[in-house]
């Protein structure tokens, strides 16, 4: 038989204190699992309950002292919103840890309000872990951002001018860049500051540059430069190596509207054609071959070409009409 107890438990600490020969005062310490006047197994069932079972701070309240513990509503809320350092280093640890070992990444943002303001939160992960972070922004700067974790620094490396380059920077300015002696700033401020001085100012090409100088951190201090972005093709995620997500492919077959019988046998086909490829996929991965890989890439190249030719007809036939 399983059951439950739940009911206060108080704890008296008694501390010692001695005076030593020269009048000064030692004095016991508490154990270091106790901070205040709430033991360690309270404030982690505060956290659950109102972290993950989603109970209010109200209800919160009127259940712990059903259960006899003498509390109050600033005490509860000062459990669930103060020193919470080490859970925010353990958040950034997951997101730096799972980067470390991941081959390829899912990513996806949406709006959120947070602290009564609009803003947007982004989720990074795949099967090993996942993340989130509430910011005011989902531009590509944000994302980079949130990419070089707990670093402030802008780099200007081999990778970032490829990028500055391969964004239309004007060969002027970005030889002013490449000129550039140190090629590393320790955060925003500075980074501003040089671009001032060498006369870039206008906006695109204030962005490219911290774009690129970002993705030049970010790579410096260790990602993957083969790292696989999966996205819904927002364009903030665009880096390195990106991919699409199947889902949103299948979403471009659902835009498509037949006619007739045989188009709508031929849709029908490709949605098969794909989810079949996906299945094969995802069986390849558990027992890779070089033959079967190659057979996989050209039935992918045959299916999204069909696929885009669908698409393209369709758009083209909606800007004549």
Known sequence: MQDLKIGPLNTLYRLERWESPKGEYLVGKLPGEVKGHFGPGLISFCLYQYYHAHVTQPLLLEELREFGIDISAGQINRILME??????R????ILR???????YINVDDTGARHQGNNGYCTHIGNEFFAWFRSTDSKSR????????????DYVLNQEAFEYIEGQKMPTELLERLKS???????????WKETLKKVGISEERHVRIATEGALLGSVLEHGLNPEMVIVSDDAGQFNLLR?????????RSINNLVSFNEEQHQAIEGIRVRIWELYNDLKAYKEAPSEGKKVELEQRF?????????????KSDTKAAI
């Not at 002696?181 to 320790?186: A, F, S, T, V, Y």
């Not at 190249?301 to 007809?313: A, G, P, Q, R």
């Open 83 to 88: 020193g919470k350092e080490r859970f925010h």
């Open 90 to 93: 353990e958040k950034e640890e």
């Open 97 to 103: 840890a799972g980067l470390g070992i991941s081959r």
């Open 141 to 152: 700067v944000n994302f980079l951002k949130i990419l070089r974790g707990e670093h402030e």
């Open 180 to 190: 550039l002696e140190p090629n590393r700033w320790d955060n925003e401020s500075e």
């Open 242 to 250: 990106h991919a699409l997500c199947w889902f949103h492919a299948d």
């Open 301 to 313: 190249d045959e299916i999204f070409t069909t696929l885009e030719l669908l698409c393209n007809f």
